[in-house]
């Protein structure tokens, strides 16, 4: 890894759009934490995507909270208690995960960005289960600037939003990150995952690469530049993942993450 100290500054400069780190779980790891995301152990706070997208969290993800009708920071520190005891032994996931993008980027701390109050800090990540039939649609992570929920962590942290998913497990087909060749700069963010937005792009007619992650590996995208989406998962086996979204903090001494 310390070859490739500078990925994320090539990643947000535009000369990478993607970079892939494999092994970051062992296999032998990945049966333990797949079987006990499975059961529901450790018993992480459950919510749910939209129902047409068929797909749950572990965690709460900021986009489609609204801060002011739940306890999040309060949520938060139960749910990072609850992370510490995912793995069955060593490092922590959230330990693990930081340190490999800390090497990706000279060093630079990667840690879940502080809250509002002293003491409170935003969920560091999300795990994620998508069942037969899940998916995401097309969209930029730029776009969650432009959300209530988003309103304090904007005034910590660089508007270019970068992203991570960790594969735990593949579904028995489809569940693929696909990116366009459609790119939308950190200052044009606009919505498009809303049912509102009715002008779209036409993803048929973009050129696109597909990422199928093998368990244990995982990918930093620049999600906030280009369009991107989960493919439509097929079969009973659900894809678990986890995703965090992150970006530089306003003094650029840290990278704040989220989930």
């Not at 939209?50 to 749910?79: I, K, M, W």
């Amino acid at each position: 890894m310390q070859q490739h100290g500078d990925a994320l500054d090539r990643l947000r400069s535009g000369e990478l759009q993607a970079v892939v780190i494999a092994n970051c779980l062992s296999p032998g790891l990945l049966p333990q934490v797949v079987d006990r995301l499975e059961r529901h152990a450790p018993p992480f706070l459950k919510t749910w995507f939209p129902p047409a997208f068929h797909a749950c969290f572990y965690g709460r993800n900021l986009n489609l909270t609204d801060l002011e009708e739940v306890d999040y920071f309060g949520e938060s520190e139960r749910f990072h208690a609850d992370l510490a005891e995912l793995l069955p032994a060593g490092p922590t996931l959230s330990e693990r995960l930081q340190r490999l993008l800390s090497a990706l980027d000279h060093g630079r701390p990667f840690a879940a960005a502080p809250g509002p109050a002293p003491g409170q800090r935003y969920m560091f990540t999300t795990l994620r289960g998508h069942f037969s039939q899940g998916y995401i649609p097309a969209h930029f992570d730029n776009e969650m600037r432009l959300r209530p929920s988003y309103r304090h962590l904007a005034g910590l942290v660089d508007r270019h939003i970068l992203s991570f998913v960790l594969a735990f497990s593949q579904a028995a087909s489809g569940g693929a990150l696909e990116v366009f060749d459609l790119r939308c700069d950190p200052d044009d963010a606009r919505f498009l995952a809303d049912d509102h937005v009715l002008a779209k792009p036409d993803t048929a007619a973009l050129a696109s690469v597909s990422f199928t992650l093998p368990p244990g590996s995982m990918i930093v995208l620049d999600s906030g530049r280009f369009l991107h989406r989960l493919t439509r998962v097929v079969g009973a086996q659900t894809r678990w993942s986890a995703c965090s979204f992150m970006a530089r903090s306003v003094s650029g001494e840290a990278t704040w993450c989220w989930g």
